[in-house]
């Protein structure tokens, strides 16, 4: 992965339909309002959690000697990326 590849931003719309369709999912009815700011930083802390998966996938594809990163890479390196985000 290339420095171009991982400052890459996330657009601010994607993030904000992701948050809405959490909080919908969430079954309480509740609407998610969320001041254009708080979107930027939840549109940055998804690119940094998908250009870390990606990263340690990719670790994992290399330690295991495949050319390409697969699911079950993504799935090795899951417990740890989940623990360093929560």
């Not at 290339?2 to 992701?18: F, H, Q, Y």
């Not at 697969?70 to 990326?81: F, S, T």
Request: aromatic share 2%; glycine share 4%.
């Amino acid at each position: 992965m290339d420095d171009d590849e991982a400052r890459a931003a996330l657009n601010p719309a994607v993030a904000a339909k992701l948050l809405a369709h959490a909080a919908e999912s969430r079954g309480d009815g509740a609407r998610l309002r969320l001041n254009a700011g708080a979107v930027d930083v939840a549109a940055e802390l998804l690119r940094l959690f998908i250009v870390s998966a990606r990263a340690r996938a990719e670790a994992e594809a290399r330690v295991e000697s495949d050319d390409a990163i697969r699911p079950e890479h993504v799935e090795a390196a899951l417990a740890e990326l989940l623990a360093d985000f929560s």
